[in-house]
């Protein structure tokens, strides 16, 4: 019996859960809005995933923690798979996948985009094969929701193939043949009559009058139609979603416990607001520390600011200073403490 390589992606099933957060080891939230949900099921089967609720037309997904990526360890070929669930039909799904080179740089991502097709009650799979270049060290494995909608994802799954098992998997198989009927003699050929020229003079004259008027917004309109959801919001049948101006509130609110270990928030995408704040309380009884983190692309991140002190029952905000698409917040206790973690932001 022929021995298969194991899933390389660390905690793929979902099967371990962090020890102080309602989410599976090993993975991140990444992405949504203030009012996108990332809930941790584990069912009666035995099965566990994640479910997304996304309300947004920006993306929101799951992304490998920065120590559980993937090694590649020079094998060139891999089969890729995600197992997931949509709850409307035709749902985009993407999946991202960050090559990481050895001394550290994040390369442009590999992006595929899926859906379920018509079928939402199935749990269905998705499968890529892929060739890694020598120079590629790590893998780093993002996938989610591409706008807004619900998504269960039960499994990821990356292995390296043999090369002769990636050109059996790769290479199409059509169908047996059986047999093949013989061609008879044409007995009596036909003979195709040569084209006959015609030489028909052609005038035409004709006097075209255009009037283009001055365009006005009270008389006229112009309809905007798009292809998907991202980047210009639209609905089923192609029409313009518009939000009106003016100055919107956001606000999130997030329960996390704080120790001698260095722990993370969840990471927010603030690229669409003009304003926000984080605010902590703590509720415990321990002096706590807390400082903002910003990144370009949810992996790398830069300290903001000083680190700040958080005393027992006491609340503080912090206002990071310049922009980054991404942000934190990272804290830590001198023992088990609670905070209470606010996002409020304007728009």
């Avoid at 929101?60 to 890729?80: D, T």
């Avoid at 798009?226 to 192609?238: D, E, H, I, M, R």
């Amino acid at each position: 019996m022929k021995k298969t390589v194991s899933n390389q992606i660390c905690n793929g099933d979902f099967q371990k859960a962090c020890e102080h957060e309602d989410f599976p080891q090993d993975w991140l939230p990444i992405g949504g809005n203030y009012a996108s949900t990332w809930n941790y099921m584990q069912e009666s089967q035995g099965r566990a995933g994640v479910e997304i609720c996304n309300s947004a037309s920006v993306k929101a997904g799951i992304i490998q923690a920065n120590n559980r990526v993937i090694e590649v360890g020079g094998k060139k070929h891999w089969l890729v798979k995600v197992v997931f669930q949509c709850q409307e039909p035709a749902l985009q799904v993407f999946l991202y996948l960050y090559p990481i080179l050895a001394n550290g740089d994040v390369l442009l991502p590999r992006m595929f985009c899926f859906n379920s097709e018509s079928n939402t009650k199935e749990i269905v799979q998705f499968r890529k094969l892929i060739n890694i270049e020598p120079e590629i060290k790590d893998l780093r494995l993002e996938t989610g929701i591409m706008g807004s909608g619900q998504l269960l994802i039960y499994k990821l799954v990356a292995r390296p193939l043999t090369p002769k098992r990636f050109r059996r998997i790769s290479k199409p198989i059509g169908p047996p043949i059986e047999h093949i009927h013989s061609i008879g003699e044409i007995l009596k050929p036909i003979q195709l009559a040569t084209p006959i020229p015609l030489n028909i003079p052609v005038n035409v004259q004709a006097q075209v009058h255009g009037d283009i008027r001055n365009l006005t917004p009270q008389r006229d309109k112009v309809q905007i139609y798009g292809s998907n959801q991202v980047p210009l919001a639209t609905t089923s049948t192609g029409r313009v979603q518009v939000d009106i101006s003016g100055h919107g509130f956001q606000e999130s609110i997030e329960e996390v416990s704080a120790g001698q270990a260095i722990c993370y928030s969840t990471i927010r995408d603030v690229s669409a607001l003009s304003r926000y704040s984080f605010a902590i309380y703590n509720v415990g009884s321990e002096l706590a520390y807390v400082q903002a983190q910003l990144s370009p692309d949810g992996l790398h991140w830069l300290n903001i600011g000083k680190r700040k002190n958080v005393e027992p029952e006491a609340v503080i905000m912090v206002a990071p200073e310049g922009f980054l698409r991404y942000a934190r917040l990272c804290f830590e206790a001198e023992g088990l403490t609670s905070l209470r973690v606010w996002v409020q932001a304007q728009n």
